[in-house]
Nanobody, 121 residues
């Protein structure tokens, strides 16, 4: 069964904005810190934002000040508001279990399909 479903990606010009959303199963969402990961062509997957059950957040330096992660515990969803988008933000974005200390390991579950973000002029 599908446990993680991402949506909201698309094509946007540099400087534009997108809002991504992830729907997670209750068993995953209710007990874990969640995060947004991204993978650009030819590059490793990286965790760019994380949020605890209580709302504490952390961001990778590459997106800090531009992206905002949030979660709705009642709806089992996590969102990523992306502003001031840059060409280098182009990637497939995924949600999954994360650690608010970004470099620490997390017990990730099976990946969803992700949602593609293309930043292009």
């Amino acid at each position: 069964q599908v446990q993680l479903v991402e949506s909201g990606g698309g094509l946007v010009q540099p400087g534009g904005s997108l809002r991504l959303s992830c729907a997670a199963s209750g068993t995953i969402f209710s007990t874990n810190t969640m995060g947004w990961y991204r993978q650009a062509p030819g590059k490793q997957r990286e965790l760019v934002a994380a949020i605890t059950r209580g709302g504490t957040t952390n961001y990778a330096d590459s997106v800090k000040g531009r992206f905002t992660i949030s979660r709705d515990n009642a709806k089992n969803t996590v969102a990523l508001q992306m502003n001031s988008l840059k060409l280098e933000d182009t990637a497939v974005y995924y949600c999954n279990v994360a650690n608010v200390i970004l470099k620490y390991p997390a017990p990730i579950v099976s990946w969803g399909q992700g949602t593609q973000v293309i930043v292009s002029s």
